[in-house]
């Protein structure tokens, strides 16, 4: 290889170093940006929560979210078309933390019998250590748009109940209409004893009260399935 030959060579390997640095630059700030732009979006929905942990569901707007966080209302709007669009996310946010919690309280027991108790208690527990969730997720003492049907989250709670009720069965195969039946047997009385609780705070029962009204309820449902 003569000199010539040589300095080309040397010059197309430097042409190519140059542009594999201008593709990982690009590269590099698209991905700065999509982070960004994830950062603003969890900034967002964060500013919303402790908005309603402090007013309430009712005082919140994007005006003050943007207020909250030091941004114009148009910046939230270019994240978030509406008021409704930051309760789908909330709302998504909501279940996953409680199919998370009913998912270790499942994994924690062998039998059927305890896996329903301990799953039903964590969905007690997670209504009043979540408040400001619960009640977007399933309507308490508020305005309930209906922002979560067909929502896959809110599915994966109701199928993970779903499946160790189907358990309890003695004779199978079960049919869906069962399971169905007794799913809302469970939440039609645990959701109301929690609603019960939360919009009369200063009425409510005693802990070990309701602890009490709980197990009788879970256990004497799920001794029925099987009678």
Same mark, same amino acid.
């Given at each position: 290889m003569n000199d010539c030959e040589l300095c080309n060579w040397f010059y197309i390997c430097l042409t190519v170093l140059?542009?594999?640095?201008?593709?990982?630059?690009?590269?590099?700030?698209?991905?700065?940006?999509l982070r960004l732009k994830d950062e603003t979006r969890t900034k967002i929905?964060?500013? +919303?929560?402790?908005?309603?942990?402090?007013?309430?569901?009712? @005082?919140?707007?994007?005006?003050?979210? @943007?207020?909250?966080?030091?941004?114009? +209302?148009?910046?939230?709007?270019?994240?978030f078309?509406?008021?409704?669009?930051?309760?789908?996310?909330l709302t998504r946010r909501g279940y996953l933390m409680l199919a998370k919690d009913i998912r270790e309280a499942r994994d924690k027991h062998e039998s059927p019998e305890d896996k329903m108790? @301990?799953?039903?208690?964590?969905?007690?527990?997670?209504?009043? @250590?979540?408040?400001?969730?619960?009640?977007?997720m399933y309507?308490?003492?508020?305005?309930?748009?209906?922002?979560?049907?067909s929502m896959p989250e809110a599915e994966n709670v109701g199928g993970m109940l779903g499946e160790v009720i189907e358990s309890l069965f003695e004779k199978k195969?079960?049919?869906? *209409?069962?399971?169905?039946?007794?799913?809302?047997?469970?939440?039609?009385?645990?959701?109301?004893?929690?609603?019960?609780?939360?919009?009369?705070?200063?009425?409510?029962?005693? *802990?070990?009260?309701?602890?009490q009204i709980l197990k009788d309820a879970i256990k004497g449902i799920t001794l029925s399935i099987n009678s």
């Open positions: 140059d542009y594999l640095h201008l593709i990982f630059q690009i590269m590099g700030s698209k991905e700065r940006i929905l964060d500013a +919303a929560l402790n908005i309603v942990q402090t007013e309430g569901w009712q @005082a919140l707007s994007m005006r003050k979210i @943007a207020d909250q966080i030091e941004y114009t +209302a148009p910046i939230i709007y270019e994240y078309s509406n008021k409704d669009g930051i309760l789908l996310e108790e @301990a799953m039903w208690i964590a969905y007690w527990n997670f209504a009043f @250590a979540h408040k400001e969730f619960y009640q977007l309507g308490v003492d508020m305005v309930c748009c209906t922002v979560k049907n195969p079960v049919s869906e *209409d069962d399971i169905c039946m007794k799913y809302y047997t469970y939440w039609s009385i645990i959701h109301g004893l929690i609603s019960i609780n939360l919009v009369r705070p200063n009425g409510r029962t005693t *802990d070990e009260l309701n602890q």
